[in-house]
């Protein structure tokens, strides 16, 4: 019972990662009608931003020191016993500045990035088949991969963590578990912005917009919807979310190329939800969480990487749509 608890815990904090990564893909395809087979990759560039103004150029000897380090906190720190859970605290208390530091530079710097590409590849297609912007999206994943190559090496790194690491032991219907803060952390902030973000685009005039847009963007001119604009938020707002995402993985994993290859399976995920669900991909991405840890526990780690493929290819025999995806009736 202890284990299972254990990897069932785990399960849930990934999955709470991968509802916040496919809550971009949701937000484009609501808005766009597109599926951005490239996310994956505009989540690594978020990663590598966040690694590059957090670890990168404060580390330089011409830029400002950006380590919190009052007397207090040394004097505190060299008392602290290793390993230990204030030790922890303190280690992430230095690191703060530069951790708000990258975070903030990534966010908007996968911003831009998300806006350059909606208003250079994007929009000049307005008005063209789906098909063909998702092609574009499909060549972005090569001009990403090359960009990233070019400006970082291939060498994995690690990144601070948001929020303190200290190693957290407690007791579950008598079974000991065992988890790390920053995972308990980020497992909380993904779920906070996912709802945040989700309850804002079902009672905001800019959600109202981005269902509008999706629906017919000729209504959509004529009720005085400014499209682009839409098309436009609905990109930055993904790119916001994946930087955070990347953040949050980098620090987990470490930053590195595998993480554009991440993208691909939360699109299973999404996939199994529905892609212009909410409720269901955070359904299916809490589902897959859960399945992920049982299969390394139970099968190993070899089956990690295929149980979102397995999940889906289930799900969409049963549902094509998804579990929660609306059925397109199209009318001649």
Same mark, same amino acid.
């Given at each position: 019972?202890?284990?299972?608890?254990?990897?069932?815990?785990?399960?849930?904090?990934?999955?709470?990662?991968?509802?916040?990564?496919?809550?971009?893909?949701?937000?484009?395809?609501?808005?766009?009608?597109?599926?951005?087979?490239?996310?994956?990759?505009?989540?690594?560039?978020?990663?590598?931003?966040?690694?590059?103004?957090?670890?990168?150029?404060?580390?330089?000897?011409?830029?400002?020191?950006?380590?919190?380090?009052?007397?207090?906190?040394?004097?505190?720190?060299?008392?602290?016993?290793?390993?230990?859970?204030?030790?922890?605290?303190?280690?992430?208390?230095?690191?703060?500045?530069?951790?708000?530091?990258?975070?903030?530079?990534?966010? =908007?710097?996968?911003? %831009? &990035? *998300?806006?350059?590409?909606?208003?250079?590849?994007?929009?000049? +297609?307005? /008005?063209? $088949?789906?098909?063909?912007?998702?092609?574009?999206?499909?060549?972005?994943?090569?001009?990403?991969?090359?960009?990233?190559?070019?400006?970082?090496?291939?060498?994995?790194?690690?990144?601070?963590?948001?929020?303190?690491?200290?190693?957290?032991?407690?007791?579950?219907?008598?079974?000991?578990?065992?988890?790390?803060?920053?995972?308990?952390?980020?497992?909380?902030?993904?779920?906070?912005?996912?709802?945040?973000?989700?309850?804002?685009?079902?009672?905001?005039?800019?959600?109202?917009?981005?269902?509008?847009?999706?629906?017919?963007?000729?209504?959509?001119?004529?009720?005085?919807?400014?499209?682009?604009?839409?098309?436009?938020?609905?990109?930055?707002?993904?790119?916001?979310?994946?930087? =955070?995402?990347?953040? %949050? &993985? *980098?620090?987990?994993?470490?930053?590195?190329?595998?993480?554009? +290859?991440? /993208?691909? $399976?939360?699109?299973?995920?999404?996939?199994?939800?529905?892609?212009?669900?909410?409720?269901?991909?955070?359904?299916?991405?809490?589902?897959?969480?859960?399945?992920?840890?049982?299969?390394?526990?139970?099968?190993?780690?070899?089956?990690?990487?295929?149980?979102?493929?397995?999940?889906?290819?289930?799900?969409?025999?049963?549902?094509?749509?998804?579990?929660?995806?609306?059925?397109?009736?199209?009318?001649?």
């Amino acid at each position: 019972m202890g284990q299972f608890l254990q990897f069932a815990i785990n399960g849930l904090m990934a999955g709470a990662i991968y509802a916040l990564i496919a809550l971009g893909i949701v937000a484009i395809y609501k808005a766009t009608r597109v599926v951005n087979f490239a996310h994956g990759y505009v989540i690594m560039i978020g990663a590598y931003l966040y690694y590059t103004f957090a670890v990168i150029l404060p580390s330089a000897p011409w830029f400002p020191d950006l380590l919190f380090q009052p007397d207090w906190l040394v004097e505190a720190k060299s008392k602290a016993q290793m390993f230990s859970p204030e030790a922890a605290w303190l280690a992430w208390l230095e690191k703060l500045p530069r951790i708000i530091f990258g975070l903030i530079c990534a966010i =908007i710097g996968s911003s %831009i &990035l *998300a806006r350059l590409i909606e208003r250079f590849l994007m929009r000049p +297609l307005l /008005g063209q $088949s789906n098909f063909a912007m998702i092609m574009i999206t499909v060549g972005l994943i090569s001009v990403l991969s090359g960009a990233k190559s070019m400006i970082w090496t291939g060498d994995a790194a690690s990144v601070p963590h948001l929020a303190p690491n200290p190693a957290l032991r407690f007791e579950v219907f008598g079974s000991k578990i065992f988890i790390f803060g920053a995972n308990l952390v980020s497992m909380g902030l993904a779920l906070v912005i996912f709802a945040a973000i989700v309850i804002w685009l079902r009672r905001s005039t800019s959600g109202v917009a981005m269902r509008a847009a999706s629906e017919d963007q000729s209504t959509a001119y004529s009720m005085g919807i400014s499209v682009p604009r839409v098309f436009a938020n609905a990109w930055v707002l993904a790119a916001a979310t994946g930087a =955070i995402a990347g953040a %949050i &993985l *980098a620090a987990r994993d470490g930053v590195s190329p595998a993480l554009g +290859l991440f /993208g691909f $399976s939360v699109l299973a995920i999404v996939l199994m939800g529905g892609l212009d669900s909410f409720v269901g991909v955070f359904i299916s991405a809490m589902a897959v969480g859960i399945l992920e840890a049982l299969a390394q526990w139970q099968l190993g780690g070899d089956w990690v990487e295929i149980t979102p493929y397995v999940a889906v290819l289930i799900v969409i025999l049963i549902r094509p749509h998804g579990l929660l995806g609306q059925k397109e009736i199209e009318r001649i």
